[in-house]
């Protein structure tokens, strides 16, 4: 997982609530885990106008033009502006692994749904909680005539606006340091490799049967 450093990035309004995860990554392309290829099917359902299917070339498919994800404005976007309850239903991890894909690298709500909320971190993207009313604040600058830019501090925990305001955002402290040294499940138990082989030894020498 890539450590995750300051940027500044386009935001995508996407202004509807309880969005779910078929909804993000419909059921069609779950089979396969390889973490990557999923961008291009992002919001496939709402993003074209003809049904998708694993495999597809994306590159001539009928786009819905009313989609935010196909306005020019947004092109390139890498924080995702969203509603209440974001990314309900099932639990499946190729939710953020289709939002990663695609590029983004943070999404603003007011409330998630627990299990995606833990998953985007395991995968490299900050889900950030902020008021209704502060998320109100950011659909009326985002949606104007021209694209909203959000610089991303992680270690100061500030969302910095083009025209200067400043948002402090709240992040579980263990969770903050993992995204910043790139650390997921796997990086934080290879931090423990001598350990691990050091009690492999051991228990070789214990007992040899096992490994016979």
């Not at 209440?84 to 692994?97: K, Q």
């Not at 490299?124 to 959000?150: E, N, V």
Request: contains cysteine; hydrophobic residues 40%.
């Amino acid at each position: 997982m890539e450590a995750f450093k300051t940027f500044t990035g386009v935001v995508a309004p996407l202004d509807r609530s309880n969005v779910d995860t078929d909804a993000i990554i419909p059921k069609q392309f779950l089979k396969s885990i390889k973490r990557t290829g999923f961008g291009p099917y992002l919001f496939d359902e709402w993003r074209y106008l003809d049904h998708g299917e694993p495999d597809m070339d994306c590159s001539n498919r009928p786009l819905n033009e009313s989609f935010v994800l196909n306005d020019p404005r947004y092109a390139g976007a890498q924080v995702l502006l969203a509603r209440d309850n974001f990314g309900c239903g099932s639990s499946r991890e190729h939710a953020p692994w289709a939002l990663a894909d695609y590029g983004f690298k943070v999404i603003l709500a007011p409330s998630f749904a627990d299990i995606f909320f833990n998953n985007c971190f395991k995968n490299g993207i900050l889900p950030i909680r902020l008021s209704s009313a502060q998320i109100d604040g950011l659909f009326d600058k985002a949606t104007g005539g021209q694209a909203l830019q959000i610089t991303v501090d992680l270690e100061a925990q500030t969302l910095t606006l083009a025209d200067g305001e400043v948002i402090k955002f709240d992040v579980d402290e263990f969770r903050k340091q993992c995204l910043l040294e790139g650390l997921d499940d796997i990086g934080l138990t290879l931090r423990h490799s001598d350990e691990i082989a050091a009690f492999e030894k051991q228990r070789q020498a214990k007992a040899p049967w096992i490994f016979n």
